[in-house]
C-alpha cells in the first residue's frame, strides 16, 4: 500500500507540474501574440496619423450647421430659409463608386468617382407636409434621383411616390435643381461632402484601430 502511495505521489507531482509547464508556455505564447497584435496595431495608427492625419471636423459649411456622429456613418445639416422653412440634409458615408472615362484631352483610361447618398427634407411649420429628394452626391455635382411628398410622421401622402426624376423632361428637372441651389444644396455642398466623408473615414478607422488596442491591452 505505502509502495502504491509513493507511487501515485510521484505520478500525481509529475501530472501537476506537466500541466503547470503547460500553463505557463500557453502564457508566454498568448503574451508573445498579443504583444505582437499591439505592435501591429500602434505601427497603423502611426501610420494613418503620419501619412494623412484627419482634422477636427468642421461644424459648418456657408449657411448649414453641421452635426457629426462619431461612431456613425451618416452626418446631418441643418439650416432656415426665409424664416418660415426647414431644411434638413441626411448623408451617408461614401457607399459606392463607378469608373468613368478619364476627363482628359487623350480621354484614355479610366477612373473612380466616389458616391454618397443624400436625402434633402424641406418643410413650413410644425406637422406639415414635406418634400423629401432623393439625391446622388458625386465629387463635382449633385444629381436628384427622386422627389416624394410625405406626411409629418415619413408616410406617403398619396399612393403614388411620382416618377423618376431622369425620365422628366429637362426643363423640369432643371426647374427642381434651382430650387435645391436658391436653398445652397449645389455642386459645392457636394463636393464639400466628399472632402468632410474623405476625413470622417479617417477619424473613424483610427478610433476603430484604438478600440481594438484597448481591448487587446486590457
Not at 496595431?41 to 456657408?62: G, S, W
Amino acid at each position: 500500500m505505502a509502495a502504491f502511495l509513493r507511487t501515485s505521489g510521484r505520478s500525481l507531482v509529475s501530472t501537476c507540474g506537466q500541466f503547470s509547464r503547460s500553463n505557463a508556455s500557453q502564457a508566454i505564447q498568448k503574451s508573445s501574440f498579443e504583444s505582437n497584435i499591439l505592435r501591429i496595431l500602434r505601427n497603423e495608427i502611426q501610420y494613418q496619423l503620419d501619412y494623412a492625419p484627419p482634422h477636427p471636423p468642421v461644424t459648418k459649411f456657408n449657411t448649414f450647421m453641421v452635426e457629426d456622429r462619431p461612431g456613425e456613418q451618416w452626418i446631418t445639416l441643418r439650416r432656415k430659409f426665409d424664416n418660415d422653412e426647414h431644411i434638413k440634409i441626411e448623408a451617408t458615408m461614401i457607399d459606392g463608386a463607378i469608373t468613368v472615362p478619364k476627363a482628359n484631352d487623350e480621354n484614355l483610361g479610366e477612373e473612380v468617382r466616389l458616391h454618397i447618398s443624400v436625402l434633402v427634407d424641406i418643410w413650413k411649420g410644425e406637422n406639415s407636409e414635406f418634400l423629401e429628394f432623393v439625391c446622388s452626391s458625386w465629387p463635382n455635382s449633385l444629381e436628384i434621383q427622386k422627389v416624394y411628398l410625405l406626411r409629418s410622421d415619413g408616410s406617403r401622402a398619396q399612393p403614388y411616390v411620382g416618377p423618376n426624376v431622369k425620365n422628366l423632361k429637362s426643363g423640369f428637372r432643371d426647374g427642381l435643381n434651382e430650387f435645391l441651389k436658391a436653398r445652397g444644396i449645389n455642386d459645392e455642398l457636394s463636393a464639400f461632402l466628399h472632402e468632410f466623408m474623405m476625413n470622417k473615414d479617417r477619424i473613424e478607422a483610427i478610433s476603430w484601430l484604438r478600440k481594438l488596442q484597448s481591448f487587446v491591452e486590457n
